[in-house]
């Protein structure tokens, strides 16, 4: 099953992020998404400040509906996103189902450039 199909599960406090093998693998799947010891990032441009509003409250909707919510940075038309599990201070395997689908998002999204 591939990570846009999956839905984000609940993490304990004090479980264990994911091993450095399996985060490499994971990343494979969110090539455009910078990968760090326990975060990923990736930033977008937008075509203006209302349209990366506009792009975020649709970020905001897809994490709502995962339960997994990113740290979110806009700069007038760039919206960067950090996605870690803070339960675990590391990357889970939810960090990677909602990288992708914020992929798709961003994909067919009028206000990313």
């Known amino acids: 099953m591939s990570l ?8 304990q406090a004090g479980g264990t992020p994911l091993p450095p093998d399996a985060a490499r693998t994971l990343a494979a ?3 455009l998404w910078t990968l760090s010891d326990a975060k990923i990032e990736r930033e977008f441009k937008c075509k203006d400040f209302r349209a990366a509003i ?3 409250n649709q970020i905001a909707d897809v994490a709502e509906a995962e339960g997994h919510h990113p ?3 806009i700069d007038y038309s760039r919206v960067k ?6 339960k675990i201070d590391g990357l889970s395997r939810n960090d990677f189902i ?4 914020i992929d798709q998002l961003a994909a ?6």
């Open 108 to 113: 067919s999204s009028e206000n990313v450039l």
């Open 98 to 101: 909602l990288a992708v689908k």
């Open 54 to 56: 506009a792009f975020v």
């Open 81 to 86: 996103l950090t996605l870690w599990t803070k």
């Open 4 to 11: 846009s199909q999956e839905t984000c599960k609940p993490c």
């Open 29 to 31: 799947d969110t090539p």
């Open 71 to 73: 740290d979110i940075s």
